[in-house]
């Protein structure tokens, strides 16, 4: 197969991004990668979606081209549009969209819509492209927490996914109880660098209990133990601390018992609580010896439009393309997916 350029669009829930990869054969190469993340939402502790369709309005134009024009890419040059079809906010989803049909259309080129969780979990093939199925995937994110068997990409084999919080939520909320500006996962992080472990007792909620997840009570005993805080100023450092090793216990518990029961010897965490350091090294120190734990950088593993066009450039790569009555969803099993649980959440 000859050269292909692939144009990806992310505008999920509060970035805006476009990147172009180019694929000789089935390795991808990144020419460039833009995210603008919007600010205005700092304000109000949380996504507005009102506002965040909005500013990707404004933005979504001027990023397209500077991911272009960075990659010295010209629109003729494209070989397909890759763009975020869901989860996430519908009118946020709404305007990437109707922007990749609208130059899908012009170029008369092929159009794929993609699962936002089917590019988090091809972001580590852009730095790492070793990395094949078969592997355990652990994608934690602001609004998911799923743990995977991936058996070939494509297909993929849920294990199980939480029945409340999503994992990065959990570290937002208690950011929040901490004082911390939103989204606040680094924050807490940054902050449990400086805290002393074992001052607070926090549960490890299921942790027995095979491939199930739920935060929601470890989120209610951090509010306790804030609230009966006598001096919350010296005791969040301590407080930050014993929640994250409480939650990377939990994933670690849960992500190591995959790797075992499954019989592999490759782990991936994607998502953006990937991010987090003392989570990648706890389950390499889990796994040593037994499987190695491939994680993206953090540029990768936040939302961006690299992973998008690196999972749509597979999908298309592979005679794939979605059509212009492709809908925006909120909600969507993951594509290829096998083995799903009678789990909600
Ligand atoms: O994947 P992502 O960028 O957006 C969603 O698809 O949700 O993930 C964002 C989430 C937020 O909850 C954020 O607080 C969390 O990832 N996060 C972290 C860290 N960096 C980002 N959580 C824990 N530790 C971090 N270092
Ligand atoms: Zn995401």
Same mark, same amino acid.
């Given at each position: 197969?000859?050269?292909?350029?692939?144009?990806?669009?992310?505008?999920?829930?509060?970035?805006?991004?476009?990147?172009?990869?180019?694929?000789?054969?089935?390795?991808?190469?990144?020419?460039?990668?833009?995210?603008?993340?919007?600010?205005?939402?700092?304000?109000?502790?949380?996504?507005?979606?009102?506002?965040?369709?909005?500013?990707?309005?404004?933005?979504?134009?001027?990023?397209?081209?500077?991911?272009?024009?960075?990659?010295?890419?010209?629109?003729?040059?494209?070989?397909?549009?890759?763009?975020?079809?869901?989860?996430?906010?519908?009118?946020?989803?709404?305007?990437?969209?109707?922007?990749?049909?609208?130059?899908?259309?012009?170029?008369?080129?092929?159009?794929?819509?993609?699962?936002?969780?089917?590019?988090?979990?091809?972001?580590?093939?852009?730095?790492?492209?070793?990395?094949?199925?078969?592997?355990?995937?652990?994608?934690?994110?602001?609004?998911?927490?799923?743990?995977?068997?991936?058996?070939?990409?494509?297909?993929?084999?849920?294990?199980?996914?939480?029945?409340?919080?999503?994992?990065?939520?959990?570290?937002?909320?208690? @950011?929040?109880? /901490? #004082?911390?500006?939103?989204?606040? $996962?680094? +924050?807490? *992080?940054?902050?449990?660098?400086?805290?002393? %472990? =074992?001052?607070?007792?926090?549960?490890?909620?299921?942790?027995?209990?095979?491939?199930?997840?739920?935060?929601?009570?470890?989120?209610?005993?951090?509010?306790?133990?804030?609230?009966?805080?006598?001096?919350?100023?010296?005791?969040?450092?301590?407080?930050?601390?014993?929640?994250?090793?409480?939650?990377?216990?939990?994933?670690?518990?849960?992500?190591?018992?995959?790797?075992?029961?499954?019989?592999?010897?490759?782990?991936?965490?994607?998502?953006?609580?990937?991010?987090?350091?003392?989570?990648?090294?706890?389950?390499?120190?889990?796994?040593?010896?037994?499987?190695?734990?491939?994680?993206?950088?953090?540029?990768?593993?936040?939302?961006?439009?690299?992973?998008?066009?690196?999972?749509? @450039?597979?999908? /298309? #790569?592979?005679?794939?393309?979605? $059509?212009? +009555?492709? *809908?925006?969803?909120?909600?969507?099993?993951? %594509? =290829?997916?096998?083995?799903?649980?009678?789990?909600?959440?």
């Amino acid at each position: 197969m000859a050269t292909r350029r692939i144009l990806g669009i992310e505008t999920s829930c509060d970035e805006t991004s476009a990147a172009v990869l180019r694929f000789e054969d089935e390795q991808a190469a990144l020419q460039s990668l833009v995210i603008l993340s919007q600010d205005i939402h700092r304000v109000f502790g949380g996504v507005v979606p009102e506002l965040a369709s909005r500013e990707h309005l404004r933005t979504i134009g001027p990023v397209v081209e500077r991911a272009l024009a960075e990659a010295g890419v010209g629109h003729s040059q494209l070989d397909g549009i890759a763009v975020t079809a869901g989860p996430g906010l519908i009118g946020s989803l709404l305007v990437g969209l109707m922007y990749a049909k609208g130059l899908a259309y012009g170029l008369g080129k092929p159009l794929i819509g993609v699962h936002h969780l089917e590019g988090h979990l091809f972001a580590p093939v852009l730095e790492d492209p070793t990395l094949r199925p078969p592997f355990v995937a652990l994608l934690v994110s602001g609004g998911h927490t799923l743990l995977l068997d991936v058996e070939e990409w494509g297909r993929y084999h849920l294990l199980g996914e939480t029945q409340d919080d999503a994992a990065g939520e959990a570290f937002d909320k208690v @950011g929040t109880l /901490l #004082g911390l500006e939103y989204p606040g $996962g680094a +924050r807490v *992080e940054q902050l449990a660098r400086t805290g002393t %472990p =074992g001052r607070f007792d926090f549960p490890r909620p299921m942790i027995r209990d095979g491939y199930v997840f739920s935060f929601s009570g470890l989120k209610t005993a951090v509010l306790r133990a804030v609230r009966a805080s006598a001096n919350l100023e010296a005791d969040r450092a301590d407080l930050a601390r014993d929640f994250q090793d409480a939650i990377i216990d939990v994933l670690v518990t849960k992500t190591t018992r995959a790797v075992r029961e499954r019989g592999r010897t490759t782990a991936m965490i994607g998502g953006g609580v990937a991010c987090n350091q003392a989570l990648a090294a706890a389950l390499a120190h889990a796994l040593q010896g037994e499987a190695r734990v491939v994680v993206a950088t953090p540029r990768l593993n936040t939302d961006n439009a690299a992973m998008i066009a690196a999972a749509g @450039g597979w999908r /298309l #790569g592979r005679g794939e393309h979605s $059509g212009f +009555r492709l *809908e925006p969803f909120d909600a969507a099993p993951l %594509p =290829g997916l096998v083995g799903a649980l009678a789990v909600s959440g």
